[in-house]
């Protein structure tokens, strides 16, 4: 057993001795001194405390002459930009018991050269005590230190109760990352970083703080933490100062019925202006983000009053700017329109925008702006010559015109025909699909960690979590509960109520288990896969994570959530705000608002099936098909106004059927594809033997052929290619479509040889699976691993792969290497978007490198 070292022992009584003295609340705190003393190079602060109660929080700012800096400091931390230093004690001195002082710990410090400080302040006020009355300490405070990279916040409770729970939200320059989190967790959305206590520091004593135990954590670079709150109150106490009202309203344009404005950017106040509100009177007119707009709906010839207000991120208004009256052009002083815009064409593309450019048009009183259109409806209105239009979507051909509008209202004829796409939603390259499935990480032994030890994730460009169930009674997206399902698939409740917050959010990793080595405390807010997607992500930032809702199981209460605009409205909110903005139920000491945002970058769903049979109990509506379609439209309507808030895209997939009856009961392919980022084809599946011999017990078939083959007896010819042909006769774009890989295998026992090695012959039922639940199911890997004497052929004609024990034995029908490049040469050629995968547990990285070399 190590002995606690004499230093360190007197540290850790010296701490308790300062616990202890901060009990005593700080209310009456007296000012503090420093006298500095100079010992050849060696500088040295005693900082004293001449009143009655002991005083929490401190730090000593100085200046030194040019060309001096300070190193080697004890006791303490030292900052130091040009000729300016900042010292910050080490915990055990962070508090000065009454009428004492910091010896024997004062803080020291060596000087380049021999130098004697001057502008010294300790606490804003004067070394030697001079200087204002200090005011009352904030109730709580949050105070930073750091040095190079590395910082953190001392919490500081000066009021007689104790604060139970706390939290510290604060900004960091952009491109600058915090991570390596101790006494916390941290979690970071943009520039924005959230830190959260551990168990042990969540509540901080009456009088007291969190040293020794304060949050600490590594930054990319040396960064000064800014907007700091605890709380959601400013991390010095101090209130909220809203910004400065705008300045220069004016209005550059005006029309018969618009009005264009424009003001300077407001002055911040304590938060950073997000936005502006613009009144017409006392009436909101718009919300804007930036410093300009144009009402619309205006009355002619009408006089109106114009101010604005500035916002920042917590809601906090400035007074409101100067009144502006403006009145609107008489149209009965022109009516002759602008030329025709020319020349129009596009300038740029994206996989949700469009950037065009045109010629301008003349008018006799000059021209106020220009609609772009597409087809026959108003998409923007700009004041120049180009405009971006956005809310697209991807690899789709949009025909736009533009018009010229004058002051008065007179609109132009439209200028030349444009048609032009958007870009795919994976640029040239092709798409890699993997579903993660939630419970991998048990029986398969499968984690996030192995997505990339296998060297999955740098070879895939998305991640399909599976699955996301639906509330049979709220119908809403269901989330915060562990329950599991009936193990017999026939059971038409399986689902109801089930969930796995567990493998979700809650399950501690082990280092072993995690993405960067570094297990769970068990204390984290976020922890289990959502954590190490998180992890993995930041590994490999070209990753798109999507939450897949639904699957077989969960698709019990898809059409009750599609049945009426309010249910679809409520149904797609509450995904968005449990998935996207990462607002998770608390679970086990896990989950709280905002602790899963940035994880998922999208919606994939997975409705099995609308308008068809699927898993028993499901609820099924002669509507299904015309809803689906409303739910889908839904679902990019409100994730392309969260768009308006947070600048980025999210993603909207979907799982589809390969069965020409389910597509025609459930799904309208023309329509859905204007909403729809990806068509997730089934390409597997085509022929199986369910674990309870209920599907094609009696007779082996392909699962995922690419080609029909000749020989299938079935009256139904399924296959790849034919389920393709379906979306592209539809009209989808096949930069939309991906085809279904199955890194697993359908198999049967008691297979006849027929003279063709058992390939469509009789069996008497499904073979035994990788697991006792799943008969006739195993993962590629389990397969060729655990089913010794299975021959592996393939089908040239239909390509497809199986393998055979012998006559009488079993046989196994799955995609390989060989089948992978085939089809992986076909999507090529079919000028598709890619694969998808089903699923990644049954891989050890042979297969996804197939993949990739097919797809490069």
Known sequence: MRRTPPILCALILLAALAATLTATPAAAAARLTAAFTLTGSQGKFVVSNPGSTPVTGWSITFDLPPGVTVGNPQHATTTQSGTRVKLTPAFYINTVRANGNTEPYSPTFTLSSPAQPTSCTINNAGCDGSGDPPPPPAPVTATYTGSGTRGGFVIANNTTTALSGWSITFDLPAGVTASGAQHATLSQSGRQVTLTPAHYNTTVPAGGSTEPYSPAFTLSASAEPENCRIND???????????????NLRSPVKTTKTVSLAWDASVPGSLPVTGYEVYNGAALAATVTGTSTTLTGLTPNTEYTFSVKAKDRKGNTSPASSGLKVRTNDPGEDSRPPTAPTGLRSTGRGPASVSLAWTASTDN??????????????????????????????????TFTVRARDLYDNVSPPSNELKASTADIVGDGY??????????????QYFVRNLDTTGAAAKLTHINYAFGNVDPVNLTCLHGVTKGTSSNPQDPNQGDGAGDADADYGRPMSAAQSVDGVGDTGWEKLRGN?????????????????????????????????????ARRKFVSSCIDVYIKGNLPVYNGAGGPGTAAGIFDGIDLDWEWPGAEGHPG?????????????????????????????????????????????????????????????????????????SDNSWEPNRTGHQGNLYADADD????????ENAVDEYLDAGVNPRKITIGLAYYGRGWQGVTDGGRHGEWQAATGAAPGQFQEEAGTRG?????????????????????????????????????????????????????????????????????????????
């Open 431 to 444: 798409a890699r699909v993997g579903y993660f499935v939630q419970w991998g990480i048990y029986g398969r």
């Open 233 to 247: 109150v400013r991390c010095d106490g101090s209130a909220d100062t809203p910004p400065a009202a705008p300045g």
């Open 780 to 856: 590629y890997a389990n397969l060729v691993a655990s089913v010794p004497g299975c021959t592996v052929r393939h089908d040239e004609q239909a390509v497809a792969t199986y393998c055979f024990t012998g006559n009488g034995g079993q046989w196994w029908t799955f995609d390989d290497t060989w089948s992978i490049a085939r089809k992986t040469a076909w999507v090529r050629q079919k000028g598709l978007l890619g694969v998808m995968i089903w699923e990644m547990s049954g891989d050890t990285g042979v297969l996804t490198t197939a993949v990739d070399t097919g797809l490069r």
């Open 618 to 690: 499901n609820h099924v509506s002669p509507a299904d098909k015309r809803n689906n379609t409303l739910l889908i439209a839904e679902f990019r309507r409100q994730l392309d106004a969260l768009t308006e808030e947070t600048g980025k895209r999210y993603q909207l997939t979907a799982f589809t059927p390969a069965d020409p009856a389910k597509i025609e009961a459930g799904w309208e392919l023309g329509e859905v594809a204007r909403h729809l980022d990806i068509f997730n084809v089934q390409g597997y599946d085509f022929h199986g033997s369910g």
């Open 713 to 720: 007896p079935y009256p139904f010819h399924f296959s790849v």
């Open 365 to 398: 009183t000059g021209v106020a702006g220009y609609d772009v259109y597409i087809g026959e409806t108003l998409k923007t209105t700009v004041p120049g010559t180009t405009a971006t239009v956005n809310g697209l979507s991807p690899s789709t051909e949009y």
């Open 530 to 566: 959502y954590n190490q997607l998180r992890k993995l992500k930041a590994k490999h930032p070209h990753l798109k994570v999507l939450i897949s809702l639904g699957g077989w199981t969960y698709s019990k209460y898809f059409s009750d959530v599609a049945a009426t605009d309010a």
